[in-house]
T-cell receptor, first 115, second 112 residues
Framework: DAEITQSPRHKITETGRQVTLACHQT?????MFWYRQDLGHGLRLIHY???????NKGEVSDGYSVSRSNTEDLPLTLESAASSQTSVYFC??????????????FGPGTRLTVL | GQNIDQPTEMTATEGAIVQINCTYQ??????LFWYQQHAGEAPTFLSY????GLEEKGRFSSFLSRSKGYSYLLLKELQMKDSASYLC?????????????FGKGTHLIIQP
């Protein structure tokens, strides 16, 4: 069955370190997204991609970067981790079927703690 | 920008009906989504409205009024497993290419 996976599921790191969170989907969706979820804020969009070699900034992109070298993967990199980036990170993907809603499918999430 | 408001928490009784409201103010609009999220899990899609009116899907229905910037999610015949957070989200391009803007979510507690 097609799915979307994230790794690692849990990560503890130190301030200033570079961290990469992986996201992999097997639906062959063109669109992929990264969100972070924090108490009191809900889900907020970090970056998104329409397809290979395409990336776009979302609402809270500072300190994060993404790259899209193939359809299946959109890794999220924290260039220099900060305590404010402690959060749960969700990856999602979607496509746009003709005449239908573009439901986003979410991965299981990565809980990141920056000490 | 976009602003989405929904109640923080609601309590309802098993077997009853509950309505979760969502109001939004957006510069553009191309669809409103409802997602369900159980604690510690990923959000899962419930419904999508792009035109005014009611969309029904089993025990769940969602309503949209674009002129009022208003939507609600109606849950009937509540079950204990419906205890979860319900997220209202707006897209300004059909939720496909562009990301969604989410409200903070409504935590629904179902009591026996």
């Amino acid at each position: 069955d097609a799915e979307i996976t994230q790794s690692p599921r849990h990560k503890i790191t130190e301030t200033g370190r570079q961290v990469t969170l992986a996201c992999h989907q097997t639906w062959n969706h063109n669109n992929m997204f990264w969100y972070r979820q924090d108490l009191g804020h809900g889900l907020r969009l970090i970056h998104y991609s329409y397809g290979v070699q395409d990336t776009n900034k979302g609402e809270v992109s500072d300190g994060y970067s993404v790259s899209r070298s193939n359809t299946e993967d959109l890794p999220l990199t924290l260039e220099s981790a900060a305590s404010s980036q402690t959060s749960v990170y969700f990856c999602a993907s979607s496509d746009r079927p003709a005449g239908g809603p573009a439901e986003q499918f979410f991965g299981p999430g990565t809980r990141l703690t920056v000490l | 920008g976009q602003n989405i408001d929904q109640p923080t928490e609601m309590t309802a009784t098993e077997g009853a009906i509950v309505q979760i409201n969502c109001t939004y103010q957006t510069s553009g609009f191309n669809g409103l989504f409802w997602y369900q999220q159980h604690a510690g899990e990923a959000p899962t899609f419930l419904s999508y409205n792009v035109l005014d009116g009611l969309e029904e899907k089993g025990r769940f229905s969602s309503f949209l009024s674009r002129s009022k910037g208003y939507s609600y999610l109606l849950l009937k015949e509540l079950q204990m497993k419906d205890s979860a957070s319900y997220l209202c989200a707006v897209s300004d391009s059909g939720g496909g290419a562009d990301g969604l803007t989410f409200g903070k979510g409504t935590h629904l507690i179902i009591q026996p």
